[in-house]
Nanobody
Framework: EVQLVESGGGLVQTGGSLILSCAASGFDFDDYAIGWFRQAPGKEREGVSCISGTDDTTYYADSVKGRFTISSDNAKNTVYLQMNNLLPEDTANYYC?????????????????????????RGQGTQVTVSS
């Protein structure tokens, strides 16, 4: 059974930092692309950041570039999202997603394709709240 379990959310002040973790199980981690989406009440989901070891690509939404960093520890089957300089608009439920190297007919990088929404699995999410 494939499982993606998130942790690390919480309440932080503007300008603060958090590290989210996504622990994956039930599949060969090395063959999968993993990433983070977020969704705030009343807003559409947003692909925040994704990573693929297959083609060694990462993707960041424009809204988080320069502030968030995604990384993976294949030995621990875990993906991390380091979030710095958090803003109130970062407040959302953050959930982990995964897919077996999603294919894109436009031949975009795998991480970009995953963050476009072509994921197969997702976790329950962890809440991040940034106070002003």
């Amino acid at each position: 059974e494939v499982q993606l379990v998130e942790s690390g959310g919480g309440l932080v002040q503007t300008g603060g930092s958090l590290i989210l973790s996504c622990a994956a199980s039930g599949f060969d981690f090395d063959d999968y692309a993993i990433g983070w989406f977020r969704q705030a009440p009343g807003k559409e989901r947003e692909g925040v950041s994704c990573i693929s070891g297959t083609d060694d690509t990462t993707y960041y939404a424009d809204s988080v570039k320069g502030r968030f960093t995604i990384s993976s520890d294949n030995a621990k089957n875990t993906v991390y999202l380091q979030m710095n300089n958090l803003l109130p608009e970062d407040t959302a439920n953050y959930y982990c997603v995964g897919a077996l190297n999603p294919w894109d007919p436009n031949n975009r990088p795998i991480a970009t394709t995953l963050c476009a929404g072509l994921y197969t699995y997702r976790g329950q999410g962890t809440q991040v709240t940034v106070s002003s």
